[in-house]
């Protein structure tokens, strides 16, 4: 649990968590984090998100997509190529974070320009 607790925020945290309030008009939004193998990791994330975005709502499930199901307008931002596909196929709107392990590895060096970009187009 305290390894997942302690990670290292990422620079462009904040910004991802002010643009997507933007863009939602201040309107209702959560995080979406699965847990891993180990059970302690939801606990270790959910303390992870209490200390950096104290008032931010949050749904521990691996199946992110069930989200996108649920009839209204929803949207994923995700480093997993199998979360993104799953979470358009099941509806949602979807934007896969550049990473090194996934589909946009290319774009992995400075990955916010390039989602803060696609954020703004898919919500209009």
Known sequence: EAWWA???????????????????SGGRWA???APVRDPRSAAGKLRWLRARFPTARAFVGADKDLVASLGCKHLLVDDSDENVEAFRGAGGLAVL?????????????DPWPVVRDELRRLIV
Not at 14 to 24: F, G, P
Not at 97 to 109: I, L, M, S
């Open 6 to 24: 302690g990670l290292p925020t990422l620079p462009w945290a904040s910004a991802l968590v002010a643009e997507v309030e933007r863009l939602s």
């Open 31 to 33: 995080f979406l984090t």
């Open 97 to 109: 974070w550049p990473a090194r392990w996934n589909a946009r590895h290319a774009e992995a060096a």
